[in-house]
């Protein structure tokens, strides 16, 4: 390979496929809880899931994990899966339904790019729910490069954006 290959700049991820123990129990957390809409089922053992009538955003399937234990944190896979929300209002409005339904979140982060809120679902796959701030605002280093970084979100000043 002699020539440096770059990613075309508009490719984005389809879709995560995950593995759950429980279709049911994973349903209710995807669809009842974070409002994702249920696109098939694929027999009992799998389901397909999105946003806006999209095919499918995610999948999950129990056909190796019926029943099982979720994977241990220091086990290799998937650290989290991502959703982008449209505005920050949109992620003001997940938050105060999760936390009216005491679900637990295990962060809730500003990374200077976006703020995010972290939670687990019921196998244990981390999700991240975030929004991210326009590029222009990102914040950047003395040399022009990104600097992201880990704070605190400010959750009271997110719920703000409820009352707009």
Same mark, same amino acid.
Request: charged share 25%.
């Given at each position: 390979?002699?020539?440096? @290959? ?13 593995? *759950? ?7 209710? #957390?995807?669809? %009842? ?5 249920? /696109?098939?089922?694929?027999? %009992?053992? =799998?389901? #397909?899931?999105? =946003?806006?009538? @999209? ?5 999950? !399937?129990?056909? $190796? ?13 998937? #650290? ?11 992620? &003001? =409005?997940?938050? &105060?339904?999760?936390?009216? &339904?005491? $679900? ?5 982060? %500003?990374?200077? *790019?976006?703020?995010?809120? @972290? ?5 244990? !796959?981390? *999700?991240?729910?975030?929004? %991210?701030?326009?590029? +222009?605002?990102?914040? /950047? ?19 703000? +954006?409820?009352?707009?």
């Amino acid at each position: 390979m002699s020539e440096e @290959y770059k990613i075309p700049a508009k490719t984005h991820i389809g879709h995560v496929h995950l593995k *759950v123990s429980d279709i049911k129990r994973s349903l209710g #957390f995807y669809c %009842d809880l974070l409002g994702f809409e249920l /696109q098939m089922m694929y027999g %009992d053992s =799998a389901a #397909f899931i999105s =946003a806006g009538g @999209y095919h499918h955003h995610i999948g999950l !399937n129990t056909w $190796y994990s019926k029943g099982s234990h979720p994977a241990t944190q220091r086990s290799v896979g998937l #650290f989290h899966t991502a959703i982008v929300y449209p505005e920050r209002k949109d992620l &003001a =409005a997940i938050f &105060a339904r999760l936390r009216e &339904a005491k $679900y637990p979140f295990t962060g809730a982060s %500003d990374h200077g *790019v976006s703020e995010a809120l @972290y939670l687990d679902d019921p196998d244990g !796959n981390g *999700v991240e729910l975030y929004w %991210d701030r326009p590029k +222009e605002l990102w914040p /950047q280093k003395a040399d022009g490069s990104l600097e992201m970084f880990t704070l605190p979100l400010d959750i009271e000043d997110l719920l703000k +954006e409820l009352e707009k």
